[in-house]
C-alpha cells in the first residue's frame, strides 16, 4: 500500500497543478478598455464611445499590450494623464472607498434599528395607560359616577320596555 501512494503521488501532484486556476499570459484589449471612460465623451464608456479620442485611447491600450503592460499598468497611465475619473469604477481607497462600504453599513444600522424596533413592539404585558385611571375591578374600563349610573339604568329600562 505504501508502495502505490509513492507511485501515484507524482501523478496527483502533477494533475493539482494543471488544476489550479492561471490567469492567461495575454491581456485583451476589452479587458482594459471596459474600464476606462471616453475622456472627450463626458459620462461614455470607453468601449460603447466611437469618437476620435476613444478611438486614440484604444490604440494606446492596445499598444501598451503590445509592450507588455499590466492591466494596472496601462489604468495608472490614464489615471496619470487624465485623473481619477477616467477609471470607470472608483478606486478602493481614500474617500472612494465610501462607495464600497456605504451600502453595507446602511443595511446593518438599517436591520439593526428594525431588530430593536420589533423587540420593543412584541415585549409582553406592556402597557400606555395611566394607572390611575384603570378601575378597581381590573377590566381597564375608567371607573363610573352616580350620574352615569343612574343614566344607564334608566337607558337600559327604556329599551326593555320598547321591545
Not at 492591466?71 to 474617500?95: H, K, M
Not at 431588530?115 to 415585549?123: E, T, Y
Request: net charge neutral.
Amino acid at each position: 500500500m505504501n508502495m502505490s501512494f509513492r507511485s501515484g503521488f507524482p501523478a496527483f501532484l502533477a494533475l493539482l497543478v494543471l488544476a489550479l486556476p492561471v490567469r492567461a499570459a495575454a491581456l485583451t484589449k476589452t479587458e482594459v478598455v471596459n474600464n476606462l471612460m471616453c475622456y472627450t465623451c463626458p459620462q461614455e464608456h470607453l468601449a460603447n464611445c466611437q469618437c476620435g479620442g476613444a478611438q486614440e485611447m484604444k490604440d494606446s491600450v492596445q499598444r501598451m499590450i503590445g509592450e507588455g503592460k499590466t492591466e494596472q499598468e496601462i489604468l495608472d497611465y490614464f489615471v496619470a494623464r487624465y485623473g481619477e475619473g477616467i477609471v470607470s469604477t472608483p478606486p478602493r481607497r481614500g474617500f472612494a472607498l465610501t462607495a464600497y462600504v456605504a451600502p453595507y453599513l446602511g443595511l446593518c444600522a438599517g436591520a439593526i434599528v428594525a431588530l430593536f424596533l420589533v423587540l420593543r413592539w412584541a415585549r409582553p404585558g406592556r402597557r400606555d395607560t395611566d394607572p390611575k385611571s384603570v378601575a378597581a375591578a381590573g377590566n381597564g374600563a375608567p371607573p363610573i359616577d352616580a350620574a352615569d349610573r343612574e343614566r344607564v339604568a334608566q337607558e337600559l329600562a327604556r329599551l326593555e320596555r320598547e321591545e
